[in-house]
């Protein structure tokens, strides 16, 4: 068993002394280039426009870019539908509700793909009820 952990050791200290022969690998040269570097590899270069006026489709893909997974329809989310009011909200879904309130839409999780699906808001059923009629009419 000694000689077999000998030959153990000697084997690890022949790749540790090969290993610091050889020349070392040339990496190219990371550039911070703005004009090299793409924003979108950067989600914190993202800038998500919150303010009165913006299209929401803006935001939508904003918040895509920024890392968060949301769907929408372009059926749905019309180029007219503009934020109507600075939202308040710090997180994700309640930020996304309120976005998407006014226009009567919602985000759900979308638990197959992760993420966020915007859909359109349930409506809720309306009951009429009536007076009942005398029993004498």
């Avoid at 070392?24 to 426009?49: C, G, I, L």
């Avoid at 009567?104 to 009942?132: S, T």
Wanted: glycine residues 6%; aromatic residues 6%; charged residues 25%.
């Amino acid at each position: 068993m000694s000689r077999t952990w000998l030959g153990i050791v000697l084997f690890a200290c022949a790749g540790v002394c090969q290993a610091q022969t050889e020349p070392a690998v040339q990496y190219p040269e990371v550039s911070n280039d703005p004009d090299v570097r793409t924003k979108k590899a950067d989600p914190r270069a993202v800038v998500v426009p919150l303010y009165v006026g913006a299209p929401v489709r803006d935001v939508l893909s904003a918040l895509n870019d920024k890392g968060f997974a949301i769907q929408w329809d372009p059926e749905q989310v019309l180029p007219t539908m503009t934020l109507l009011e600075k939202p308040k909200a710090t997180r994700i879904d309640s930020l996304l509700t309120e976005i998407l309130k006014p226009w009567g839409l919602r985000a759900d999780h979308n638990l197959m793909d992760g993420g966020w699906r915007v859909r359109a808001l349930k409506k809720k059923k309306e009951v009429i009820v009536e007076e009942p009629m005398p029993p004498g009419k």
